[in-house]
């Protein structure tokens, strides 16, 4: 059984910090490729931010609008993936979500990833 559970998320005023995490539990073969998404009312889910845990140079790729500004990292003893997130600005207010299991596909696509946590709300002002 896998699961993921998403926290640190909360409201900030532009400029500011968060740090988000997600633990997982489960198949190892979760880990393989992870992602932050993240989704707004009316909007489609995007993706922000990606890495491959369980390799040694574990590989990372960003979002445009976010790359600079957030970090994606892993603690693989805690089986952890955060993301920081700095300079916040009123449009990173959204739902974030952790997501894993990724084999093939763009990282970008919500489809190719069949697990999911429930999400942590972020708010901007």
């Known amino acids: 059984h896998v699961q993921l559970v998403e926290s640190g998320g909360g409201s900030v005023q532009a400029g500011g910090s968060l740090r988000l995490s997600c633990e997982i539990s489960?198949?190892?073969?979760?880990?393989?490729?992870m992602a932050w998404f993240r989704q707004s009312p009316g909007k489609e889910r995007e993706g922000v931010a990606t890495?491959?845990?369980?390799?040694?140079?574990?590989?990372?790729a960003y979002a445009l609008s976010v790359k600079g500004r957030f970090t994606i990292s892993v603690d693989n003893a805690k089986n952890t993936v955060r993301l920081q997130m700095n300079s916040l600005k009123p449009e990173d207010t959204a739902m974030y979500y952790c997501?894993?299991?990724?084999?093939?596909?763009?990282?970008?696509?919500?489809?190719?990833?069949?697990?999911w946590g429930q999400g942590t709300q972020v708010t901007v002002s």
């Open positions: 890495i491959r845990p369980d390799t040694i140079s574990a590989p990372t």
């Open positions: 997501a894993a299991g990724r084999s093939g596909g763009a990282w970008s696509s919500p489809g190719n990833y069949p697990y």
């Open positions: 489960g198949d190892t073969y979760t880990r393989k490729w």
